[in-house]
């Protein structure tokens, strides 16, 4: 069986505009508005000669109720039925204390995780991934989902991980 990739991170920090770009077409729905992914969908994926899976999921907040902790359980699905975890935070706003709590999360499950810093669109803003380093997680790769800047170096590691 090919190995599962699951996408997870906070609402709006890209994830839907990443599993798009390594699709090489737009399948998830990107959106401005927070949180519109509502369930956990599933991509058939190729990189280099490698078939996986890809799991694009709805955002995770934590400690929210209805409809919103519902989208974080199927994070959180996602997480449990992944081989491995692509985390993706906002190198625009910065290391948030939702990042830290979906950190949390991941190291419970025991999934490899590879730290993707999205919206780093130019090399000049490669400063961003810096802070991330703190979340202990190895290296930030920095990344720019919307210009395709820094994937190929971001998926050589995490599908090492599947
Ligand atoms: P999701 O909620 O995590 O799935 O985030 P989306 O993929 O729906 O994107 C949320 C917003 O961030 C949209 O307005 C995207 O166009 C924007 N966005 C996504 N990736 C990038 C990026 O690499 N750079 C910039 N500047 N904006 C991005
Ligand atoms: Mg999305």
């Known amino acids: 069986a090919v190995g599962v990739l699951a996408v997870v991170g906070r609402p709006n920090v890209g994830k839907s505009t990443l599993v798009n770009r390594i ?6 729905v990107v959106e401005d508005t927070p949180g519109v992914t509502r369930d956990r969908v599933s991509y058939d994926a190729e990189w280099a000669g490698t078939d996986f899976k890809l799991v694009d999921t ?10 919103e902790s519902s989208i974080a359980s199927q994070a959180e699905i996602a997480v449990q039925l992944a081989d491995a975890v ?16 979906i950190v949390k999360m991941i190291r419970q499950s ?5 730290l993707a810093v999205n919206k780093v669109d130019s090399q000049a803003d490669e400063y961003l991934s810096a802070e991330f380093w ?8 920095g990344i720019s989902a919307m210009h395709g800047r820094g994937i190929g170096d971001l998926l050589d590691e995490a599908l090492e991980k599947l």
Not at 58 to 67: F, H, K, L
Not at 86 to 101: F, K, N, P, W
Not at 134 to 141: A, C, D, I, T, Y
Request: no cysteine.
């Open 58 to 67: 709805g955002g995770w907040e934590a400690d929210v109720e209805g409809i």
């Open 23 to 28: 699709l090489g077409r737009r399948a998830a």
């Open 110 to 114: 025991g999934k490899p995780v590879t």
């Open 86 to 101: 692509l985390l993706v935070v906002d190198g625009t706003v910065g290391l948030t204390a939702s990042d830290e709590r």
């Open 134 to 141: 703190k979340l202990g997680l190895g290296e930030p790769f």
